[in-house]
Protein backbone atom coordinates (compact mmCIF):
# COMPACT_ATOMS: atom_id res chain seq x y z
CA UNK A 1 0.00 0.00 0.00
CA UNK A 2 1.40 3.70 -1.00
CA UNK A 3 -1.09 6.42 -0.12
CA UNK A 4 -1.15 9.47 1.98
CA UNK A 5 -4.03 11.45 0.77
CA UNK A 6 -7.64 12.02 3.05
CA UNK A 7 -9.73 9.77 0.67
CA UNK A 8 -7.60 6.46 1.41
CA UNK A 9 -9.07 4.69 3.75
CA UNK A 10 -6.51 3.96 6.47
CA UNK A 11 -8.48 2.16 9.10
CA UNK A 12 -9.15 -0.39 5.71
CA UNK A 13 -5.76 -0.94 5.03
CA UNK A 14 -4.77 -1.86 8.29
CA UNK A 15 -7.69 -4.07 8.91
CA UNK A 16 -6.75 -5.78 5.26
CA UNK A 17 -2.95 -5.92 6.12
CA UNK A 18 -3.88 -7.46 9.77
CA UNK A 19 -6.40 -10.18 7.90
CA UNK A 20 -3.09 -11.20 5.54
CA UNK A 21 -0.81 -12.85 8.38
CA UNK A 22 0.95 -15.01 6.07
CA UNK A 23 1.48 -12.23 4.09
CA UNK A 24 4.17 -9.51 4.08
CA UNK A 25 3.05 -6.14 3.91
CA UNK A 26 4.55 -3.05 3.78
CA UNK A 27 2.70 0.33 3.99
CA UNK A 28 4.12 3.29 2.73
CA UNK A 29 2.63 6.71 4.27
CA UNK A 30 3.14 9.36 6.24
CA UNK A 31 0.18 8.73 8.40
CA UNK A 32 1.19 7.45 11.90
CA UNK A 33 0.24 3.90 12.79
CA UNK A 34 0.51 3.07 16.24
CA UNK A 35 2.56 -0.29 16.50
CA UNK A 36 -0.67 -1.47 18.72
CA UNK A 37 -2.31 -1.53 15.37
CA UNK A 38 -0.33 -4.00 13.81
CA UNK A 39 0.54 -7.52 13.33
CA UNK A 40 4.35 -8.37 12.74
CA UNK A 41 4.05 -8.91 9.13
CA UNK A 42 3.29 -5.51 8.54
CA UNK A 43 6.30 -2.92 8.04
CA UNK A 44 5.15 0.70 7.92
CA UNK A 45 7.58 3.15 6.08
CA UNK A 46 7.14 6.53 6.73
CA UNK A 47 7.37 8.74 4.01
CA UNK A 48 5.54 11.28 1.38
CA UNK A 49 6.54 12.80 -1.81
CA UNK A 50 6.52 16.52 -0.80
CA UNK A 51 8.89 15.60 2.48
CA UNK A 52 12.10 13.36 -0.25
CA UNK A 53 11.59 11.33 3.31
CA UNK A 54 11.35 8.53 0.93
CA UNK A 55 13.82 8.73 -2.55
CA UNK A 56 11.81 8.29 -6.26
CA UNK A 57 14.36 5.04 -6.22
CA UNK A 58 13.59 3.56 -2.65
CA UNK A 59 10.00 3.75 -3.62
CA UNK A 60 10.48 2.10 -7.18
CA UNK A 61 12.28 -0.34 -5.82
CA UNK A 62 9.61 -0.99 -3.22
CA UNK A 63 7.25 -1.46 -6.11
CA UNK A 64 9.39 -3.65 -7.79
CA UNK A 65 9.43 -6.13 -4.62
CA UNK A 66 6.06 -6.20 -4.81
CA UNK A 67 3.42 -8.65 -5.72
CA UNK A 68 0.45 -6.16 -6.16
CA UNK A 69 -0.41 -2.44 -4.85
CA UNK A 70 -3.98 -2.52 -3.32
CA UNK A 71 -5.31 0.52 -2.71
CA UNK A 72 -8.65 0.60 -0.52
CA UNK A 73 -10.56 4.07 -1.22
CA UNK A 74 -13.32 5.80 0.89
CA UNK A 75 -16.67 6.73 -1.77
CA UNK A 76 -15.87 9.55 -3.60
CA UNK A 77 -16.51 11.40 -6.63
CA UNK A 78 -12.77 13.24 -6.37
CA UNK A 79 -10.34 11.16 -7.84
CA UNK A 80 -7.47 9.25 -5.28
CA UNK A 81 -5.27 6.84 -6.54
CA UNK A 82 -4.27 7.56 -9.93
CA UNK A 83 -0.39 8.08 -9.56
CA UNK A 84 0.24 5.28 -6.96
CA UNK A 85 -2.04 2.74 -9.79
CA UNK A 86 -0.02 4.51 -12.43
CA UNK A 87 3.27 3.98 -11.07
CA UNK A 88 2.72 0.47 -9.86
CA UNK A 89 1.22 -0.43 -13.06
CA UNK A 90 4.02 1.06 -15.37
CA UNK A 91 5.88 -0.79 -13.56
CA UNK A 92 4.22 -3.99 -14.30
CA UNK A 93 2.86 -4.51 -10.74
CA UNK A 94 -0.82 -5.67 -10.75
CA UNK A 95 -3.16 -3.19 -8.89
CA UNK A 96 -6.47 -3.66 -6.33
CA UNK A 97 -8.06 -0.98 -5.90
CA UNK A 98 -11.42 0.01 -4.74
CA UNK A 99 -13.78 1.05 -7.56
CA UNK A 100 -15.49 4.84 -6.64
CA UNK A 101 -17.66 7.33 -8.63
CA UNK A 102 -14.67 8.88 -8.59
CA UNK A 103 -12.39 6.43 -10.78
CA UNK A 104 -10.30 8.81 -12.85
CA UNK A 105 -10.37 6.93 -16.52
CA UNK A 106 -12.92 4.06 -16.16
CA UNK A 107 -13.27 3.27 -20.18
CA UNK A 108 -9.03 2.76 -20.24
CA UNK A 109 -9.47 -0.17 -17.06
CA UNK A 110 -10.71 -3.21 -17.30
CA UNK A 111 -11.11 -5.46 -14.55
CA UNK A 112 -9.45 -8.75 -14.19
CA UNK A 113 -7.45 -7.63 -17.49
CA UNK A 114 -5.36 -4.88 -16.97
CA UNK A 115 -6.90 -3.46 -12.96
CA UNK A 116 -8.61 -5.16 -10.30
CA UNK A 117 -11.87 -3.38 -9.04
CA UNK A 118 -13.10 -4.26 -5.48
CA UNK A 119 -16.77 -2.65 -5.90
CA UNK A 120 -17.78 -5.07 -2.13
CA UNK A 121 -15.46 -2.51 -0.25
CA UNK A 122 -15.78 -5.25 2.82
CA UNK A 123 -12.89 -6.56 4.47
CA UNK A 124 -14.31 -10.02 3.85
CA UNK A 125 -13.66 -9.63 0.12
CA UNK A 126 -10.75 -7.53 0.44
CA UNK A 127 -8.96 -10.35 2.41
CA UNK A 128 -9.97 -13.01 0.26
CA UNK A 129 -9.32 -11.71 -2.91
CA UNK A 130 -5.82 -10.50 -2.05
CA UNK A 131 -5.08 -14.15 -0.66
CA UNK A 132 -6.30 -15.71 -3.59
CA UNK A 133 -4.64 -13.12 -5.97
CA UNK A 134 -1.29 -13.85 -4.47
CA UNK A 135 -1.51 -17.62 -5.37
CA UNK A 136 -3.29 -16.71 -9.11
CA UNK A 137 0.15 -16.12 -10.93
CA UNK A 138 -1.07 -16.73 -14.19
CA UNK A 139 -3.58 -13.85 -13.59
CA UNK A 140 -0.80 -11.29 -11.55
CA UNK A 141 1.23 -11.89 -14.96
CA UNK A 142 -1.55 -10.99 -17.18
CA UNK A 143 -2.40 -8.30 -15.46
CA UNK A 144 0.39 -6.96 -15.05
CA UNK A 145 1.94 -7.57 -19.51
CA UNK A 146 -1.69 -5.46 -19.97
CA UNK A 147 -0.98 -2.62 -17.15
CA UNK A 148 2.14 -2.17 -18.45
CA UNK A 149 0.81 -2.45 -22.29
CA UNK A 150 -2.25 0.31 -20.70
CA UNK A 151 0.21 3.01 -19.37
CA UNK A 152 2.83 2.66 -22.83
CA UNK A 153 -0.69 3.57 -24.91
CA UNK A 154 -2.63 5.74 -22.80
CA UNK A 155 0.12 7.58 -20.25
CA UNK A 156 3.15 7.91 -22.55
CA UNK A 157 5.21 11.28 -21.13
CA UNK A 158 6.25 12.53 -24.73
CA UNK A 159 2.27 12.15 -26.00
CA UNK A 160 1.60 14.45 -22.72
CA UNK A 161 4.48 16.96 -23.25
CA UNK A 162 3.13 17.25 -27.01
CA UNK A 163 -0.40 17.57 -26.12
CA UNK A 164 0.09 20.09 -23.61
CA UNK A 165 2.62 21.89 -26.33
CA UNK A 166 0.07 22.14 -28.80
CA UNK A 167 -2.76 23.60 -25.68
CA UNK A 168 0.36 26.42 -25.47
Not at 75 to 83: D, H, I, K, L, V
Not at 93 to 119: A, C, Q, R
Amino acid sequence: FVGNDGNRDMDKVIEIANSLKNINVKIITSHKISAERINKNIEVIYGNWHSSALTDESLKSYYENSILTFIPLKETYQPSGQSVALQSMSLGIPVVITKTNGFWDSDKFKHLENIIFMKDNNLDSWSNNLRSLVQDKKLLNKISRNSVNTVRKNYDQKDFFTKMEKLI
